[in-house]
């Protein structure tokens, strides 16, 4: 079955680098675009963006352009959201989810990884 | 786009059915999808283009509404239907999701 397996918990320090991974797995990470979510704690869910894991192409929510990377290395089946010059307000769960038919909505997520961000 | 949900939070008692509504600022058209959370846990889709039920998602969910104005219906509420519940659009980027609505139990 289709699976989504993040990478561990986080905690970094402000202006800080994190790297989040996404292992695929029960189906080909070429196939569909995957996309990044985040959940700051008791609050909604905000798009940061995606990636055609097939091209490589990636289209960013403005908050966050040049300041997110997404990537993939297909030979692994797996996605990396990259945020740098973290601050306090990026403590959130960040989530991979799978778009099944490329039209913008999320049939599979990952278990989500929380990232911590403090002095 | 900014996604208006309401109410922020909706008491019900099991059994029962329960609406859920959705406001898009402009329109969306039918690009709407409902998910479903619950505490510790990633998002779980429901219902996409406004009226689709996701695979495994039993019919006890449906949806309607187009260009602004959105509803989620549960019906024959059971204990494991008492979550949080977001909708979203897809129509433009930045995708964007309501604030969600808390369903709990009456």
């Known amino acids: 079955q289709v699976q989504l397996v993040q990478s561990g918990a986080e905690v970094k320090k402000p202006g800080a680098s994190v790297r989040v991974s996404c292992k695929a797995s029960?189906?080909?990470?070429?196939?569909?675009?995957m996309h990044w979510v985040r959940q700051a704690p008791g609050q909604g869910l905000e798009w940061m963006g995606r990636i055609n894991p097939h091209s490589g192409g990636t289209n960013y929510a403005q908050k966050f352009q040049g300041r997110v990377a997404m990537t993939r290395d297909t030979s692994i089946n797996t996605a990396y959201m990259d945020l740098s010059s973290l601050r306090s307000d990026d403590t959130a769960v960040y989530y991979c989810?799978?778009?099944?038919?490329?039209?913008?909505?999320?049939?599979?997520w990952g278990q989500g990884t929380l990232v911590t961000v403090s002095a | 786009i900014v996604m208006t949900q309401s109410p922020d939070t909706l008491s019900v008692s099991p059994g029962e059915r329960a609406t859920l509504f959705c406001r898009a600022s402009q329109s969306v058209s039918n690009n709407l999808a409902w998910y479903q959370q619950k505490p510790g846990q990633a998002p779980r889709l429901l219902l996409y283009a406004a009226s689709t039920r996701a695979s495994g998602i039993p019919a006890k969910f449906s949806g309607s509404g187009s260009g602004t104005e959105f509803t989620l219906t549960i019906s024959s509420l059971q204990s494991e239907d008492f979550a949080l519940y977001y909708c979203q659009q897809y129509k433009n980027w930045p995708y964007t999701f309501g604030q969600g609505t808390k369903l709990e139990i009456k």
């Open positions: 989810a799978r778009d099944l038919y490329s039209e913008g909505w999320f049939d599979a």
């Open positions: 029960g189906y080909t990470l070429n196939g569909f675009y």
